[in-house]
């Protein structure tokens, strides 16, 4: 997605146990959003928000392929895109919105 942290991004669960002398232990979660590196990118309380946010750079992508093609069919170019090359874009974007709406990439 950028320079300092390049896509695929995943989401997980993280689950976090704190235990303070003569208090009882706390159980928070949070959702990380981490780069191709494990690296954090961002976290936050609820999946559903994580889920689209680790999709942004296959969303990003698919939506360039798929600029790609139409501005090839709208300039008339119709040679250069076969069934191939247009199965493959609206593949990557339905695995890019499955991603985003929490679903398996």
């Known amino acids: ?5 390049p896509g695929p991004w995943t989401c997980s669960k993280v689950t976090r146990v ?3 002398i003569g208090n009882p232990s706390v159980t928070t979660h949070h959702w990380a959003v981490c780069d ?3 690296e954090l990118v961002l976290r936050y309380d609820d999946e559903g928000t994580a ?15 798929l600029e ?3 501005e090839g069919f709208q300039a008339g170019a119709r040679d250069g895109y076969t069934m191939g090359t247009i199965s ?4 990557a ?6 991603k985003a709406k929490g679903g398996a990439a």
């Open 51 to 65: 889920s689209l946010v680790a999709a942004a750079p296959e969303l990003l992508a698919a939506c360039e392929a």
């Open 68 to 70: 790609r093609v139409l």
């Open 88 to 91: 493959t874009a609206m593949d």
């Open 93 to 98: 974007a339905r695995a890019a919105i499955a």
């Open 36 to 38: 191709d590196r494990g």
């Open 1 to 5: 997605m950028n320079k300092r942290h």
């Open 18 to 20: 704190e235990t303070l």
